[in-house]
C-alpha cells in the first residue's frame, strides 16, 4: 500500500533501454528524485514523494537495471555519461523545462553532472550523501573487486564481483545495513534489501564496471555557479494547514 498513488506513470525509449516514470502532485516548480545505483530503485523515495507532492510536481523514475526499467545487457549500457543523459529524456518526455534534482549518494554525481551540462535546465540541487568519483575510496574499501572471493569474506571483502555472484542476497544485506545504519531503521532496511531483490549481481557488476569518471565530473563543475544552494522553503506547510498528524507512508 502506497501513502500517494502518481497522477501518471510512463516509460521513455532510451536507445531501446526503457525508463519508467511517475508522476506526483501539481506545482510551480518541479522535483526529480534522481534514482541512485542501481541496487535499488524509485521506491527509495517513498518517504519524501508524499510530502512534496502536496505543494510542487514530483518526477520519481526508477534506473536502468532495476524497477520496472530495462536491463541493459552490457557494461556500455550503464556508463554515467548515459546515465545522466536519463535525466534529460526523462525531463524532454515529461515536458519539464527545468527542475529540481535530487541526487543521492550516486545520483548526487550525476546531478552535479546534469548542471555541468545543461545549468538552464537545472533550477536548484538537492544532494544527499555524495559520491563523487574525484576522491578515493575510504581505508577499507580500496580491495579489487576482481580477485576471487575468500571462502567466508567478513565486512568490505563482501564487495567483491565473484562473491556477488556467490550470494548476492547476503552482499544486498551487507551494503544496505551500512546504508540504514541509525537505531530503529529495521522497516527502511527490509524495504532496501525488498527492492535490492529486484536486481541481480550480473547488473549489479556491470554499473560498477562502467563507473569511470574521464570526463564525466569535471572539477570546475562543483564550483561554477549553476550549482548553488537551495535556501529557501515552500511557505505552506503540513503543520500550518492541518494539526493532523501526518502519517508515515508504509
Not at 555519461?81 to 554525481?109: C, M
Request: glycine fraction near 6%.
Amino acid at each position: 500500500m502506497r501513502a500517494k498513488l502518481p497522477l501518471t506513470t510512463g516509460t521513455v525509449d532510451r536507445d531501446g533501454v526503457q525508463l519508467h516514470y511517475e508522476i506526483y502532485g501539481e506545482g510551480d516548480h518541479t522535483i526529480v528524485f534522481v534514482p541512485t545505483w542501481a541496487i535499488i530503485h524509485s521506491r527509495c523515495w517513498k518517504a519524501q514523494v508524499p510530502y512534496f507532492s502536496d505543494f510542487c510536481r514530483v518526477i520519481t523514475y526508477d534506473p536502468r537495471g532495476n524497477g520496472k526499467s530495462g536491463r541493459p545487457a552490457t557494461p556500455e549500457g550503464y556508463t554515467l555519461d548515459k546515465i545522466v543523459d536519463d535525466v534529460f529524456a526523462i525531463l524532454d518526455e515529461t515536458e519539464t523545462e527545468k527542475a529540481i534534482l535530487v541526487g543521492l549518494s550516486l545520483s548526487s554525481g550525476v546531478v552535479f553532472a546534469a548542471a555541468e551540462r545543461h545549468p538552464e535546465r537545472v533550477e536548484g540541487i538537492v544532494s544527499i550523501g555524495a559520491w563523487t568519483p574525484i576522491v578515493p575510496r575510504l581505508p577499507g574499501r580500496d580491495g579489487d573487486p576482481n580477485l576471487p572471493a575468500s571462502a567466508d569474506p567478513k565486512g568490505w571483502d563482501k564487495y567483491n564481483y565473484d562473491y556477488w555472484r556467490r550470494d548476492y542476497a547476503d552482499f544486498t544485506d551487507f551494503f544496505l545495513a551500512k546504508v540504514n545504519s541509525e537505531p530503529h531503521s529495521t522497516k527502511q532496511h527490509e524495504d532496501a534489501v525488498r527492492w535490492a531483490a529486484d536486481g541481480d549481481a550480473e547488473m549489479l557488476h556491470m554499473t560498477d564496471m562502467a563507473e569511470s569518471p574521464g570526463p564525466f565530473l569535471p572539477k570546475p563543475a562543483i564550483n561554477r555557479s549553476v550549482v548553488r544552494c537551495l535556501s529557501s522553503t515552500p511557505r505552506t506547510t503540513r503543520s500550518r494547514r492541518s494539526k493532523a498528524p501526518r502519517r508515515l507512508p508504509s
